[in-house]
């Protein structure tokens, strides 16, 4: 069955795909969200890769180097075994600065016999808009293109470079090396120095990983899943990406394809929350800083989202000139949805803020900048909660009032009120203590529908949201709040398809949904784990994780029939909800160690 079935390396600046057979199917470069040098996941005919190709005698496996981010792929044929430790440079340099070049390493390692490989080297650079010319120098293999604009990339080996671009066969006798960069080396590498920087890479990732608590269950689970989120985060800025990707469809042959190589205020903030809760202040304390350099003027809305570099204007382009996925078109560049207005994202935002300044309030930096942004999101929801918005799904074209986005605008309140107190400012709390109770009223009024005994998507809807299941992780409701708990199985009743999740059933601008949004089904194990249907709960957890792909990672949707992953990838949201639902369950098991400890 065709699956996503590849690995993520990266260095927090950029990222590459790499498939279950060692081909480099996906990589922009200098940074996540530049053009594409390789895009074969997005038209295998012209998309270009950097492939490594054997025999059919070969078997080949794939697994990560053990708490880090390093790729290894073993081809092994009886006596003739090597392997391929792909990685993209990250580490602390002699000045103590991250080095992170905009470049990946694939160092080749002899383990055995005489193996043989050929190499397919196919850089198309620019989204393989127009050609790309390679050719052969005195030192390194340099790929350019004229066509769009002018671009380059640098292939530096120690094998012979001619056998590599013309695919001859070659021998592996020693150790040996790729090296892809942007830019051109001023110091010639060798094996012994790219060997060095795979080690380095490997102890900054082993030393990274020491940070994540560890965990009697789905240990492995949340520290690849940790991973995998902290190679989403982009270090410049400290904007962390919704997926890698761009145009993964949600559907195969449909046009729900977009481009999530941006941070949403949304989804980065969800992540900095659980990746704060698992240790990782550094990550946190740039993602706050991101959001005030964001936020110059203090009546200023946030957007939904920015560009990783804080770029405000996304414009949404297609790519015609490139298949898709699977002949899923358009392929999309930027993102017109950066203009859409979603008032949930203010109450995300707040309760980030929130949390970190609960977990690090000795030592939190930008105490003044935060107390202010805090005002801000005040004053902005004070005047906006009441309207329409497109809600936590971008419903492309009308506005409503969306639950998700009427509690979060509570939250909001309720956090900025928690965050005053910690600050000892209460000068404005009785003010904002009343508007709380205002919105909060007005939800159970407006949302609750009595026929369908639940929570539903928008005021005077009948129609069930995955989404609504939040209210209880964001502190609205009680878990065992009669309501909440109806509104729970109503929701698995209705949204549930042989375990996974819809988002909502109802028709949007595309027709009806036809996939299941990761994320959704983690969401409802949660409810149920707090709901007390524990049992229930980790019975589809388990069945959730076995979906995952050969290496542990999801993407943002699952087809419900075939199992087969779908949408952008990796997919932070996953990744995040997969954490949440592990810690619960292995703190459940804490609790209940300590009880049985007490009744002997």
Not at 286 to 308: H, T
Not at 348 to 353: A, K, N, P, S
Not at 487 to 513: C, H, M, Q, W
Not at 566 to 580: D, K, M, T, V
Request: net charge neutral.
């Amino acid at each position: 069955m065709d699956n996503l079935d590849y690995g993520i390396i990266g260095n927090c600046r950029s990222a590459a795909l790499i498939s279950k057979t060692g081909a480099i199917e996906w990589c922009c470069l200098p940074e996540f969200d530049s053009s594409s040098v390789f895009a074969k996941i997005l038209d295998e005919r012209i998309g270009g890769s950097f492939e490594i190709q054997v025999s059919d005698k070969y078997t080949v496996k794939q697994r990560y180097k053990k708490n880090t981010a390093v790729l290894i792929t073993r081809f092994s044929n009886k006596g003739n075994v090597f392997e391929i430790h792909d990685f993209m440079p990250r580490y602390h340099d002699e000045k103590g600065k991250y080095h992170a070049p905009p470049e990946l390493v694939r160092y080749v390692k002899h383990i055995k016999g005489k193996p043989v490989f050929r190499v397919l080297y196919d850089p198309k650079l620019e989204y393989a808009q127009g050609e790309t010319e390679t050719y052969v120098k005195d030192d390194f293999i340099v790929s350019l293109t004229k066509t769009v604009k002018f671009d380059t990339v640098f292939l530096y080996t120690s094998f012979n470079k001619n056998a590599v671009l013309e695919g001859q066969e070659i021998e592996v006798t020693k150790n040996g090396y790729f090296l892809m960069g942007y830019n051109e080396k001023i110091l010639q590498p060798t094996t012994r120095k790219i060997y060095l920087d795979l080690e380095r890479t490997k102890v900054y990732w082993l030393n990274w990983t020491n940070k994540t608590p560890t965990y009697k269950k789905y240990n492995q689970e949340i520290a690849r899943s940790a991973i995998t989120l902290k190679l989403l985060s982009y270090d410049k800025t400290g904007a962390v990406l919704a997926a890698a990707t761009t145009s993964l469809p949600e559907t195969i042959g449909e046009v729900r394809n977009w481009d999530y190589r941006f941070c949403w205020i949304r989804d980065a903030s969800m992540v900095i929350k659980v990746m704060g809760g698992l240790g990782h202040k550094n990550v946190a304390r740039r993602y706050l800083q991101f959001i005030i350099d964001l936020m110059p003027d203090k009546d200023e809305k946030l957007q939904i989202m920015y560009g990783i570099n804080k770029e405000k204007e996304l414009t949404e382009e297609t790519l015609d000139h490139l298949s898709g996925y699977k002949g899923s078109k358009p392929v999309r560049i930027g993102n017109a949805a950066y203009e859409q207005k979603q008032n949930d994202i203010y109450g995300i935002l707040m309760d980030v803020i929130h949390a970190q300044l609960v977990k690090f309030n000795t030592d939190i930096e930008n105490g003044e900048e935060l107390w202010g942004i805090t005002k801000g999101i005040v004053w902005i929801v004070s005047r906006h909660w009441k309207e329409r918005d497109k809600g936590i799904w971008e419903f492309r074209t009308e506005d409503r009032h969306f639950t998700f986005s009427k509690v979060l605008c509570w939250v909001a309140i309720d956090r900025a009120v928690k965050v005053a107190r910690i600050l000892k400012k209460t000068g404005k709390l009785e003010k904002w203590l009343l508007l709380e109770k205002e919105i909060k009223a007005d939800i159970y009024e407006n949302a609750w529908n009595g026929e369908v005994n639940a929570f539903t998507q928008s005021y005077g809807s009948s129609h069930l949201d995955a989404s609504v299941l939040l209210m209880e992780s964001y502190g609205f409701i009680e878990a065992k709040h009669p309501k909440y708990v109806s509104t729970v199985k109503a929701i698995g009743k209705d949204l549930s398809n042989d375990g996974l999740l819809y988002r909502y059933k109802n028709e949007d601008d595309f027709g009806l949904p036809s996939s299941s949004f990761t994320i959704c089904t983690f969401w409802y194990i949660n409810s149920l784990f707090k709901i007390g249907e524990v049992e229930k709960a980790r019975e589809h957890f388990e069945k959730l994780l076995s979906y995952s792909n050969h290496l542990g990672l999801f993407s943002e949707d699952i087809d419900f029939k075939t199992k087969r992953l779908l949408g952008n990838f990796p997919q932070a949201y996953s990744h995040l909800a997969l954490i949440e639902c592990a810690v619960n369950f292995s703190t459940k098991d804490t609790e209940e160690r300590i009880l049985e400890s007490m009744r002997d």
